[in-house]
């Protein structure tokens, strides 16, 4: 749909996964609350939830866009960056940024046997450090439901395959398990689940921000679109590209639901690199000034 938005109306937003690009959701918020729009709740997963949860706590859009840059560029964070995916300039095959493509990083491995044994013995690729720093260094110590705009978080339940909407409950471990990349990140257990990102296949919370609320649903895409390959010869990589296709083709289906969308244009920065962060909030500002003004999907 593409109704119409009003100043008056109530909004619910919806931000989507995507990692490194999801720092545009901060950029995207300063351009709805700029259009004179009320932000009346918030759905997020993944990166998203994250970002959701930064503005849901701390609703001064320029401060938390300061402190997250902060963060980004601290020594602590870009320990952790240098230590999960290197810095030694990409070859033109792997990437760009001078950081390595995880792609490439993980078929390099796995082809040479090095990480067999982790894939089919540890939960994960990667310990949860990371994320844990993450959250605790910018989330509030806090429950869900002390938001000061109403907060969902979405992430999956491994052991029952079901998505799981929380409303409460410890907002650090519930926005560390909506971001924990299945696989590469360990699961998180909270009250008998086994928690991790859903956003793998449904990386834009639109239906579940439609069952939360009657408000109009503004949903925010910081996704990359599924790019037409050369080749693709190995079992792994078949694998792989069932997975960014299926993902492709669920988010154009749920896309549907969602009554505005905010497409950000990150095409061109790895869900990886947080190497220029404030290029990516920049993007996301100008998108929504776009949306919502250029296009004249506010109304007076």
Sequence with gaps: MNLALRPSDHVTLALGGGGARGVAHLGAIEGVLE????????????????AGALYAFEPEIHSLQHRTLEFLQSPDFQSHHRRLFGTRPATEDESTGGVFSWYHRLT?????NRLVHQVVSRKSLLSGDVLEDVVAQLLPDADLADAQVPLRVIAVDLLSGRRIVFDHGPLR???????????????????????????????????????CAEDFILAVDVSSELKPISHCDTALDVLMRMDEIGEAQFRSHVEQSADLIIRVNVADTEWYDFSRPEEVLAAGLAAARSTLGTSSAVAG
């Design 173 to 211: 471990t519930l926005v560390r398990a909506s971001a924990s990349l299945p696989g590469i990140f360990p699961p998180v257990e909270h009250e008998g689940m086994l928690l991790c990102d859903i956003g793998v296949f449904n990386s834009l919370p639109v239906l579940s921000a439609r069952l």
């Design 35 to 50: 259009a004179g729009i009320t932000i009346n709740r918030i759905a997020g997963i993944s990166i998203g939830s994250i």
């Design 108 to 112: 390099g491995y796995v082809r040479g």
